[in-house]
């Protein structure tokens, strides 16, 4: 940040009296604007022990697979900003369950929060950010094509839960490295 969003005024960078790191502060009119981490929410859809997952039609990774998510909106809960993303991005309008997986990734400061979902018919479509929504059996996962590391721990997560029979919250920290190119 350069300029205060408040006033306009330029602001500098340093630890605010009473703080012990670095913000941007305004010496117009003394906001002090933090940043802090950013929720993604999504569902890990399921129907039949088949997962839905969207077909990325937008940069970064743009054509691989990844869950329905997105960045939550101010004013919503967290299961609001899940459901609101899957039907935006894949048509869909699951039954929400628990949350499902917790992942923190400190490196580009964001926090995944996937709830699981049931879908009760076949019911779905891409939405402006999808190429492609279908279901997938565990067997069918198009594992080199995902999108991110945290679609790629979750998928794992299912695809063991699924063998249990047993779903339990998990927590991820992960230090999220760009994925390798398509195989
Ligand atoms: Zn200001």
């Known amino acids: ?3 205060c969003s408040n006033c306009g005024v330029a602001t500098t960078r340093r630890v605010p009296d009473g703080d012990n790191r670095p913000r941007d502060l305004c010496e117009g009119c003394g906001t002090i604007h933090y940043q802090n981490p950013k929720i993604i929410a999504g569902c890990v859809v399921l129907r039949e022990q088949k997962v839905l997952l969207c077909r990325r ?13 997105g960045f939550m909106e101010n004013g919503e809960t967290v299961a609001q900003a899940a459901l609101r ?6 048509g869909a309008t699951p039954d929400l369950d628990q949350l499902y997986v917790v992942t923190s990734i400190p490196t580009i400061s964001q926090v995944y929060m ?4 049931y879908l009760h018919d076949e019911h779905f479509a891409s939405g402006p950010e999808s190429l ?31 063998v249990e029979g047993v779903f339990t ?6 230090d999220e490295t760009p994925i390798s190119a398509r195989v």
């Open 1 to 3: 940040m350069n300029f």
């Open 57 to 69: 039609a937008i940069e970064p990774r743009y054509g691989l697979w990844t869950l329905p998510a």
């Open 85 to 90: 993303e899957t039907w935006e991005e894949a």
């Open 114 to 117: 996937l709830y699981l979902a």
């Open 132 to 162: 492609e929504t279908r279901l997938f059996a565990m067997d069918e996962i198009p594992w080199d094509e995902l999108a991110f590391h945290t679609v790629r721990d979750t998928l794992q997560c299912l695809k063991n839960d699924l």
């Open 169 to 174: 919250l998990h927590t991820i920290d992960r």
